[in-house]
């Protein structure tokens, strides 16, 4: 699996050449997958997760399994592999990560052996370009021979391309980000963010997406200021949160960016005993900077 480091060099090389076809139009879709076999979690990298969130995971609630992002972290390197190949029809450079649904179906372990799978799905149009959906699954590793089984865990994350739109299908009205009518509920918790704050989750993630790690390499990419990773977010609000023996699913979406350093006013609230909701803002702007779902087996 190539690292992510890796991934981004080629895509900014590749963004030095078009993705379009001869005609102007996008290329298909592929529906190949990106498929590796994977340790799994180190002792390190649990341990650096725990530093960073805060620990319940692992000392409270989660004692043993690893919780649902870690998991994601654990791919995301497959699908930046998926999405800088030659037949991917979208640059990954600029690529705007617009939400994530998860099903962590069943407990995964620390030092688990796995087995990694991402496929790319859903070209469509969106009011301000194209999307795409990111599959990601994680399965136990299976004796040679033996049919799949149900994945552990399956992600989908949902990425937009501004400015490029389907050949014939004019922008879409999925995906509006305005947070137009927004009123905040009662805030339950207040997040202070260092600046240093994408540069802790690079560490345990390896994501060093220059617009995350502070305001100067942001500015090169023509942000203003370093802007959190939405994983983030959705880690810290999903701490000590999450059911050891998972069988649960979230979901988040992601509209207004979260820029370092700042302050997130957060709402966790529980409809009823197996669903909770959280929403995430700026106190001063009252701009909404995510909101998701939590539903409990």
Request: net charge positive; proline share 7%; hydrophobic share 35%.
């Amino acid at each position: 699996m190539a690292s992510i480091l890796t991934s981004y060099r080629k895509a900014a090389l590749g963004a030095l050449t078009s993705k379009l076809t001869s005609n102007g139009s996008l290329r298909a879709l592929s529906s190949d997958p990106e498929e590796i076999s994977h340790p799994g979690a180190s002792a390190e990298q649990l341990e650096a997760y725990r530093t960073l969130f805060g620990g319940e995971a692992f000392d409270g609630v989660h004692r043993s399994r690893l919780p649902s992002v870690l998991v994601h972290i654990l791919g995301f390197p497959l699908q930046l592999q998926l999405m800088t190949r030659d037949d991917f029809p979208l640059q990954l450079m600029g690529l705007v990560h617009l939400s994530n649904q998860v099903e962590h179906r069943s407990p995964i372990a620390q030092d688990q052996p796995l087995r990694l799978r991402a496929h790319a799905e859903n070209l469509r149009p969106h009011r301000k370009g194209t999307q795409v959906d990111i599959v990601t699954e994680v399965f136990e590793v299976q004796a040679p021979g033996a049919a799949d089984e149900a994945p552990l865990w399956r992600g989908v994350s949902t990425y937009l391309s501004r400015g490029v739109f389907l050949a014939g299908k004019p922008g879409g009205s999925e995906g509006s980000r305005s947070g137009a009518g927004f009123t905040p509920p009662s805030k339950t918790a207040m997040w202070t963010l260092g600046a240093d704050e994408g540069r802790r989750y690079a560490a345990v993630s390896g994501d060093y997406n220059p617009i995350h790690l502070s305001g100067l390499s942001a500015k090169a990419l023509g942000m203003p200021k370093a802007i959190v990773h939405g994983m983030y977010t959705a880690a810290r609000v999903l701490e000590g949160r999450e059911p050891d023996a998972a069988g649960h699913s979230w979901s988040i979406s992601f509209e207004a960016p979260v820029t370092l350093p700042g302050k997130v006013a957060v709402a966790v609230e529980k409809p009823d005993e197996k669903m909770q909701t959280f929403t995430g803002w700026n106190p001063k702007k009252g701009r909404r900077h995510f909101s998701g779902e939590l539903h409990l087996p």
